[in-house]
């Protein structure tokens, strides 16, 4: 089995193993596990084929938003991603339509139970554990429902520390300690109640929303007034190969790495160069997987450029301008072809190269999980929504949008509080700003004591370094949040290399003149590795423009303050010094490309509808042929018409509509099925027996 054993940041838990079978063989997984990831472990990416071509078919958002993982599990069709494994559970491909379950000729139907609640929450990601818990802190009746088994959203996937205000938002700590200090303040609640494991499915125009409950109980919920609170499903390219087993989200990547533990690839590329994709390539890192490299059709990343950094720093080619011609392989993924554009975003002939690789991660962007506050808006819910599900931002944005919208729905309440909303809403705005280009800065000309040096160059939202020095020395200009810190010096520093450990960006070093004027003991932050460095191990430094050679050890030590990132001291000659800015434990090995030859492929060969393989090349067809309605499409092709109703593939139509000369306001937008999400017939008919409330 292909499991994490250790890692520089998370805990591995003990998990007892538990025995299923997948298409007739036995294997282990552990409890507590999803379907997938327990398929993964075993190094099973197919499972199952469409019943249109025989397409193979494996995951891609990880999230429960599409239905490309699905699988038979004892009988019944479900999401692998979402079903937990049970010991001895039976699991088949979902190849074509499967044998309908026995009937039950005695079914029993009644009405499902109906609850009322002040505040219904949709989503505990940051987001929603963020209104909950000033809501809670109000004693307002609140019920906060996720279709996970932990709060938290996708924090609990986040190893690296969060930007921001350290007061506000908990800067300087992991989103796995902020997803923890979050879901335990609203825990203490006494009037939010909290379900995971349930799904919202549905809102309806008398102000009812359907919600599948863990023990598969469907129930209505009432709520006075609601907040979405939903997140984000992530964006997918059309091009050849992109449903190819091993072609996924980072999302889903982070998904089995970070929460489950999995080693589920051996070589990952990644397309995309904003934070999540830069991010994914870190984790990678530190769960020991290759990163061969990353792409970004942009002139510049789109993310942080610390997070950039990170990566050039480890020896990870960052490729700007570069776009994805093909990925290849004949069912699952072995290699990418890319290709350089010009400043036109025009593919440069001859520019094409291959990379072997084992994983392909798309990170180009995702999309507002909104469809339930815009049906709300149509059915007049008294309705809010905050995070990702009202604007893609930061995580730290919105813990921000959490609490503002909260305090509306107080407003609208009549509660009075001491809430600075203005101020709220300013903070949270500057946290979703793009970050601007990076700035030359100038190092401190000082060469005796001891003294941080700060080489972050892009002024972006992030203050923990101001908040933690014992000496109060690092301050920013005017205090402003945004802007690059500086050490103001009219107090000596100690050295205590608090501002070095916090810092989430891994950007500040600690030069020591002290004992020797020459040679300085320059102190690094390290990530890497789960063993504390050994004094005498040689390592490599690194400066902006490149390595810098190789060094000893001279001191190893851990604050207490944070555990999970070592302080490595190394003697550097004194010319070097100030300019090196990280270290790291091994050589950078590049990938050369490879040969590979590539069979010219046409629009028909790319899917752009995964779930009834409807191409580009058939959609183009139509678009040519007069079609502006989204429905009539639907008619002549089933596009939308999947599982995951039209999730992924709708932003990838009205991009080609585009492409062919189509404005969006010639288009006729398509009919939203009832249900956002799909739930088993069964489930409707069943009566609950149980009449105690919830």
Same mark, same amino acid.
């Given at each position: 089995?292909?499991?994490?054993?250790?890692?520089?940041?998370?805990?591995?838990?003990?998990?007892?193993?538990?025995?299923?079978?997948?298409?007739?063989?036995?294997?282990?997984?552990?409890?507590?596990?999803?379907?997938?990831?327990?398929?993964?472990?075993?190094?099973?990416?197919?499972?199952?084929?469409?019943?249109?071509?025989?397409?193979?078919?494996?995951?891609?958002?990880?999230?429960?938003?599409?239905?490309?993982?699905?699988?038979?599990?004892?009988?019944?069709?479900?999401?692998?991603?979402?079903?937990?494994?049970?010991?001895?559970?039976?699991?088949?491909?979902?190849?074509?339509?499967?044998?309908?379950?026995?009937?039950?000729?005695?079914?029993?139907?009644?009405?499902?139970?109906?609850?009322?609640? =002040?505040?219904? +929450?949709? &989503?505990? *990601?940051?987001? /929603? !554990?963020? #209104?909950?818990?000033?809501?809670?802190?109000?004693? @307002?009746?609140?019920?906060?429902?996720?279709?996970?088994?932990?709060?938290?959203?996708?924090?609990?996937?986040?190893?690296?520390?969060?930007?921001?205000?350290?007061?506000?938002?908990?800067?300087?700590?992991?989103?796995?300690?902020?997803?923890?200090?979050?879901?335990?303040?609203?825990?203490?609640?006494?009037?939010?109640?909290?379900?995971?494991?349930?799904?919202?499915?549905?809102?309806?125009?008398?102000?009812?929303?359907?919600?599948?409950?863990?023990?598969?109980?469907?129930?209505?919920?009432?709520?006075?007034?609601?907040?979405?609170?939903?997140?984000?499903?992530?964006?997918?390219?059309?091009?050849?190969?992109?449903?190819?087993?091993?072609?996924?989200?980072?999302?889903?990547?982070?998904?089995?790495?970070?929460?489950?533990?999995?080693?589920?690839?051996? =070589?990952?590329? +990644?397309? &995309?160069? *904003?934070?999540? /994709? !830069?991010? #994914?390539?870190?984790?990678?890192?530190?769960?020991? @997987?290759?990163?061969?490299?990353?792409?970004?059709?942009?002139?510049?990343?789109?993310?942080?450029?610390?997070?950039?950094?990170?990566?050039?720093?480890?020896?990870?080619?960052?490729?700007?301008?570069?776009?994805?011609?093909?990925?290849?392989?004949?069912?699952?993924?072995?290699?990418?072809?890319?290709?350089?554009?010009?400043?036109?975003?025009?593919?440069?002939?001859?520019?094409?190269?291959?990379?072997?690789?084992?994983?392909?991660?798309?990170?180009?962007?995702?999309?507002?999980?909104?469809?339930?506050?815009?049906?709300?808006?149509?059915?007049?819910?008294?309705?809010?929504?905050?995070?990702?599900?009202?604007?893609?931002?930061?995580?730290?944005?919105?813990?921000?949008?959490?609490?503002?919208?909260?305090?509306?729905?107080?407003?609208?309440?009549?509660?009075?509080?001491?809430?600075?909303?203005?101020?709220?809403?300013?903070?949270?705005?500057?946290?979703?700003?793009?970050?601007?280009?990076?700035?030359?800065?100038?190092?401190?000309?000082?060469?005796?004591?001891?003294?941080?040096?700060?080489?972050?160059?892009?002024?972006?939202?992030?203050?923990?370094?101001?908040?933690?020095?014992?000496?109060?020395?690092?301050?920013?200009?005017?205090?402003?949040?945004?802007?690059?810190?500086?050490?103001?010096?009219?107090?000596?520093?100690?050295?205590?290399?608090?501002?070095?450990?916090?810092?989430?960006?891994?950007?500040?070093?600690?030069?020591?003149?002290?004992?020797?004027?020459?040679?300085?003991?320059?102190?690094?932050?390290?990530?890497?590795?789960?063993?504390?460095?050994?004094?005498?191990?040689?390592?490599?430094?690194?400066?902006?423009?490149?390595?810098?050679?190789?060094?000893?050890?001279?001191?190893?030590?851990?604050?207490?303050?944070?555990?999970?990132?070592?302080?490595?001291?190394?003697?550097?000659?004194?010319?070097?010094?100030?300019?090196?800015?990280?270290?790291?434990?091994?050589?950078?090995?590049?990938?050369?490309?490879?040969?590979?030859?590539?069979?010219?492929?046409?629009?028909?060969?790319?899917?752009?509808?995964?779930?009834?393989?409807?191409?580009?090349?058939?959609?183009?067809?139509?678009?040519?042929?007069?079609?502006?309605?989204?429905?009539?499409?639907?008619?002549?092709?089933?596009?939308?018409?999947?599982?995951?109703?039209?999730?992924?593939?709708?932003?990838?139509?009205?991009?080609?509509?585009?492409?062919?000369?189509?404005?969006?306001?010639?288009?006729?937008?398509?009919?939203?099925?009832?249900?956002?999400?799909?739930?088993?017939?069964?489930?409707?008919?069943?009566?609950?027996?149980?009449?105690?409330?919830?």
């Amino acid at each position: 089995m292909d499991t994490i054993s250790q890692h520089p940041i998370l805990e591995i838990p003990k998990r007892k193993k538990i025995s299923f079978t997948f298409n007739g063989e036995k294997l282990t997984a552990f409890e507590g596990m999803v379907i997938s990831s327990a398929l993964f472990l075993n190094n099973i990416k197919i499972f199952g084929h469409h019943p249109k071509d025989n397409a193979d078919q494996g995951i891609f958002c990880a999230n429960g938003q599409c239905s490309q993982c699905n699988v038979i599990a004892n009988g019944i069709p479900v999401k692998a991603c979402m079903t937990f494994l049970e010991e001895e559970m039976k699991i088949e491909p979902c190849n074509g339509l499967p044998e309908l379950p026995d009937v039950d000729n005695n079914p029993q139907t009644g009405n499902p139970r109906l609850v009322e609640h =002040k505040v219904l +929450i949709i &989503g505990a *990601g940051p987001a /929603g !554990l963020s #209104a909950a818990k000033i809501l809670g802190e109000f004693n @307002i009746d609140t019920l906060l429902i996720d279709d996970k088994n932990h709060l938290g959203g996708k924090l609990v996937l986040q190893t690296h520390k969060f930007f921001g205000s350290q007061e506000d938002v908990y800067a300087g700590k992991r989103g796995i300690e902020i997803g923890q200090i979050l879901g335990e303040e609203v825990r203490n609640l006494a009037s939010v109640k909290v379900w995971l494991k349930s799904t919202a499915i549905a809102v309806f125009s008398d102000g009812i929303v359907g919600v599948l409950k863990e023990n598969m109980e469907y129930m209505l919920i009432k709520p006075e007034y609601l907040l979405v609170a939903t997140g984000a499903r992530e964006k997918m390219l059309v091009f050849p190969g992109n449903t190819l087993p091993g072609v996924y989200g980072a999302g889903a990547f982070q998904t089995l790495v970070n929460r489950d533990f999995v080693r589920c690839a051996k =070589k990952i590329f +990644i397309v &995309g160069g *904003g934070n999540v /994709g !830069l991010i #994914a390539g870190y984790h990678a890192i530190q769960a020991g @997987i290759h990163v061969v490299g990353l792409i970004e059709a942009l002139p510049q990343c789109g993310g942080y450029k610390v997070h950039e950094d990170k990566l050039r720093n480890l020896g990870v080619p960052i490729l700007t301008k570069h776009t994805i011609i093909s990925a290849n392989g004949k069912n699952k993924v072995e290699s990418i072809t890319i290709s350089q554009l010009d400043d036109k975003g025009n593919l440069i002939s001859g520019s094409e190269k291959t990379f072997s690789c084992d994983t392909i991660l798309i990170a180009v962007g995702l999309n507002p999980v909104d469809e339930f506050y815009s049906k709300a808006i149509q059915f007049g819910f008294k309705v809010w929504v905050a995070g990702d599900a009202q604007e893609i931002a930061e995580a730290s944005a919105a813990i921000y949008t959490g609490k503002i919208e909260a305090i509306k729905m107080l407003n609208e309440m009549g509660y009075s509080h001491g809430f600075n909303l203005t101020d709220l809403e300013r903070k949270a705005e500057i946290m979703k700003a793009k970050p601007p280009s990076p700035k030359m800065i100038e190092l401190p000309k000082q060469e005796e004591g001891v003294m941080p040096i700060f080489h972050c160059t892009q002024e972006i939202p992030c203050n923990p370094c101001t908040t933690v020095c014992p000496q109060e020395q690092i301050k920013t200009i005017d205090d402003q949040i945004t802007q690059l810190p500086y050490f103001m010096g009219d107090k000596e520093c100690i050295g205590c290399g608090k501002c070095v450990a916090v810092c989430p960006g891994l950007a500040v070093t600690l030069v020591d003149y002290r004992k020797d004027k020459d040679n300085p003991s320059v102190t690094f932050p390290l990530e890497l590795s789960d063993e504390k460095l050994e004094v005498g191990q040689n390592l490599y430094v690194l400066s902006e423009d490149g390595d810098l050679g190789k060094f000893p050890v001279s001191r190893s030590r851990i604050l207490k303050e944070f555990p999970k990132t070592q302080l490595i001291s190394v003697k550097l000659p004194k010319n070097i010094a100030k300019i090196a800015t990280a270290i790291k434990l091994d050589k950078a090995t590049y990938d050369e490309s490879i040969d590979l030859y590539q069979s010219q492929r046409t629009d028909d060969d790319i899917i752009v509808c995964r779930c009834e393989r409807v191409s580009v090349g058939e959609i183009r067809k139509w678009i040519r042929y007069g079609v502006r309605d989204f429905n009539e499409l639907k008619a002549l092709t089933k596009v939308g018409m999947g599982a995951c109703g039209g999730k992924t593939c709708t932003p990838l139509i009205n991009r080609i509509f585009r492409e062919e000369g189509v404005s969006v306001d010639q288009i006729n937008e398509g009919t939203k099925r009832p249900l956002f999400i799909e739930v088993p017939m069964g489930i409707f008919t069943k009566v609950n027996k149980n009449k105690e409330e919830p």
